[in-house]
């Protein structure tokens, strides 16, 4: 047995789809200070799969200003959008266990089957999970899941959640009948014990490819942070209950499930949330007003 200690490996996964802001900066600086801490590594890794939002030259601002903070990482930068053949072969893993299928529902298709009058059903408002309304269901039993899924780029596909977790039950050897994972620091230290069997009801079938991208955030989160070997995943709050996702993926596809620390998120004197367009908030903005990285560190609480 080694008695090596595992390496800790931090990222810091931008959206090209706007300004590096406080937000982001606090996110990154909190990910390199653990690192650096624990004498491990920081990564960067671009996250531009949706094509329609990305914009090349919010990357450039973004490196800059993370360099400009004194963050550096190993070249070259991981790209979502390089990584299409490793999502795609992911999808086929789950294709071919019967655990996705293809959806054609548009938003307003979701809303309409979610408000149709249903027989006993209460008159609470529909449920939510991690990505918004649950998904109803309405493509679930459409298709053949026998047959062979072309061009996997070409829809959108949903997890069989149930499915799933029969799959995993039936395969795996998970004690408890639950999935485990762990926040050392951050805003909810502790185990956390996801049960198998409420998962259908708390993420609901999750789109794990959409038509066009060829994946989802969830799936491209997941497979990036195993290829980065990430043993740390920091990101701000709001991503709590994404991790339920993230986990049960990792089970699906037999990856590490890495330690989580969720921060506190910055948010403006209003008490408001910075947005991804919070142009304000720019890191930009307060380097062109003379701000050192200092003030910065000390306008997130750092
Ligand atoms: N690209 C995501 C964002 O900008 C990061 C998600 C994550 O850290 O898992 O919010
Ligand atoms: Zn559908």
């Not at 949706?50 to 993370?66: F, H, K, N, V, Y």
């Not at 266990?97 to 408000?115: E, F, K, M, Q, V």
């Not at 980065?228 to 037999?254: M, P």
Request: glycine fraction near 8%; include cysteine.
């Amino acid at each position: 047995m080694s008695l090596q200690r595992p390496e800790h490996r931090q990222r810091f996964a931008p959206s090209r789809t706007g300004p590096l802001h406080l937000g982001h900066a606090f996110s990154a600086l909190t990910a390199w200070d653990a690192a650096r801490l624990a004498g491990g590594h920081f990564l960067l890794r671009i996250e531009d799969i949706d094509q329609s939002r990305a914009r090349p030259a919010w990357e450039a601002q973004i490196l800059d200003d993370l360099a400009w903070l004194g963050l550096a990482w190993p070249e070259p930068v991981l790209r979502q959008s390089s990584r299409g053949r490793v999502y795609a072969d992911a999808l086929r893993v789950l294709w071919a266990r019967g655990l996705l299928y293809p959806c054609t529902c548009t938003r307003r298709d979701i809303a309409a089957a979610l408000s149709a009058p249903q027989e006993g059903a209460s008159t609470l408002a529909p449920a939510t999970g991690p990505d918004g309304l649950l998904y109803p269901g309405t493509c679930r039993q459409k298709t053949d899941r026998s047959q062979a899924l072309e061009r996997p780029e070409r829809v959108t596909l949903r997890l069989d959640t149930a499915a799933a977790v029969a799959w995993l039950t039936a395969h795996r050897d998970l004690g408890q009948s639950a999935l485990l994972c762990f926040e050392d620091t951050g805003t909810r230290p502790g185990r956390q014990r996801i049960a198998l069997s409420s998962l259908p009801d708390r993420i609901g079938d999750i789109v794990l490819a959409r038509q066009g991208m060829g994946t989802s955030y969830h799936l491209a989160v997941v497979l990036d942070d195993a290829h980065q070997r990430v043993s740390h995943v920091t990101r701000g709050e709001d991503l709590f209950d994404a991790t339920a996702i993230h986990v049960l993926l990792q089970a699906l596809l037999d990856l590490p499930t890495p330690r989580y620390h969720h921060h506190r998120l910055i948010r403006d004197a209003g008490g408001k949330r910075l947005a991804k367009r919070d142009d304000a908030r720019a890191i930009a903005v307060y380097r062109g007003d003379g701000a050192t990285p200092s003030d910065i560190r000390r306008l997130v609480g750092l």
